[in-house]
């Protein structure tokens, strides 16, 4: 642990109105990639393997409960109340401490949640295209659904958002497009190398986010009507995109329309093996997927996916920094995830030392942060040196598990 992140600035403690956006201070306290939250999952993780304290937990949070709560439309998963309340949960799942403060948060994710389902049903009622924050891990409603699965399997609110996500696998009226096809290009700008926008792969902001919290809501017995019907329309667009190489199966990062119509994919190769938008990320999904359909033949090439990857030394060459999101930890978790579902556990197992090593050959981060900073390569690090899952659900939020 760096000593940035043993200790949080000192703040004193305030009430905590809620209040419909902040300042970019706050933002940052709030932010679960790159502020205060994040940092304290580690710190929750830490002292429930008792190598840290919870007094260092709740140094964290007093720090945080200093700032105005964000709750606005401009909330998600990874900032302001719900990423606060993913942080309390996962906490309160060893301590069960912070009940009455997750009941008020619950109750400002549940309004933010239900604002956004609404908001996203009369666009498609418009026949509009979607947008990444509308869906995605990250922005979207698919994170909102991830801190609800953990927090309730059997919540409406859950129910609504599993609906929505099924409504969005369908094309609107008179498109050949898929429902999640953005106008957009991958930074959510216009650009004019993305004229007619993209489909999106990635576990971060594409579909197979969606795909991983239906396949996770699915095995834990949260169902909706069309559920099975929605993940079988992803697979099938994963399917269509998946390139079959001497080097191993993998799959482009997003397709213009262009590659769409014609049917191609111009992405030359795999690129770098991430958590995000690569392979890594793509397989654990599908092997997610393929486990709650009960299917063994689509679990077997997701995982054969994943071992063609890791034993690729062009693909490992790509990794270039030490982080959750692009780098060497989000694949060594991602890998160590696989291998506790996997047919044969001992073939990706044997390869966590060298990816460890080739997660200690990275220049350190700078920044302390959960995402792309040195508390996310600490969380992996802790999975793998302990050979089992992690103690708490810290990485529920990457839709890992």
């Known amino acids: 642990m760096t000593a940035r992140t043993a200790h949080p600035h000192p703040t004193a403690p305030a009430s905590r109105p809620v209040v419909p956006c902040g300042p970019d201070d706050i933002q940052h306290s709030q932010a679960l990639a790159t502020g205060a939250v994040g940092i304290t999952l580690l710190h929750i993780e830490r002292a429930e393997i008792g190598v840290g304290s919870w007094a260092s937990v709740r140094e964290w949070l007093v720090s945080i409960a200093a700032s105005p709560l964000i709750a606005s439309d401009d909330a998600s998963l990874f900032v302001g109340a719900p990423a606060l309340a993913f942080v309390l949960n996962t906490a309160a799942g060893t301590t069960g401490h912070h009940r009455d403060t997750l009941r008020t948060l619950d109750a400002a994710v549940t309004k933010l949640t239900t604002r956004r389902l609404d908001q996203a049903h009369a666009r498609i009622d418009r026949g509009e295209h979607t947008t990444a924050s509308e869906y995605d891990l990250l922005y979207g409603l698919t994170g909102l659904g991830a801190y609800l699965l953990q927090r309730d399997p059997r919540s409406d609110t859950l129910h609504d958002v599993l609906a929505y996500l099924v409504r969005l696998t369908q094309p609107l009226p008179g498109s050949d497009l898929p429902g999640w096809w953005v106008r957009h290009d991958p930074s959510g700008r216009t ?186 390569t600490a969380l992996a690090l802790h999975a793998t040196d302990r050979g089992g899952a992690p103690t708490t659900s810290w990485d529920a939020c990457l839709l890992l598990s």
């Open 191 to 376: 650009s004019g190398a993305f004229p007619g926008g993209h489909g999106n792969l990635g576990l971060a902001h594409g579909i197979t986010g969606p795909l991983a919290l239906l396949a996770l809501a699915k095995s834990a017995g949260a169902l909706v009507d069309g559920h099975a019907d929605a993940m079988l329309r992803i697979l099938a667009w994963l399917d269509g995109l998946r390139q079959d190489v001497p080097a191993g199966p993998w799959w482009p990062q997003w397709v213009t329309a262009d590659e769409h119509r014609l049917t191609t994919v111009f992405q030359e190769g795999p690129r770098r093996p991430s958590w995000c938008y690569g392979t890594p990320g793509l397989a654990r999904a599908q092997q997610l997927a393929a486990t709650a359909l009960g299917d063994d033949r689509r679990k077997k090439a997701a995982e054969h996916a994943l071992l063609r990857c890791i034993t690729d030394p062009a693909q490992l060459a790509q990794i270039g920094e030490p982080g959750l999101c692009h780098g060497a930890a989000g694949l060594l978790h991602t890998v160590h995830r696989v291998a506790q579902d996997a047919a044969r556990p001992d073939q990706f197992t044997a390869h966590l030392p060298a990816l460890r090593a080739l997660l200690h050959a990275q220049v350190p981060a700078r920044q302390p942060g959960f995402l792309d900073g040195t508390a996310g």
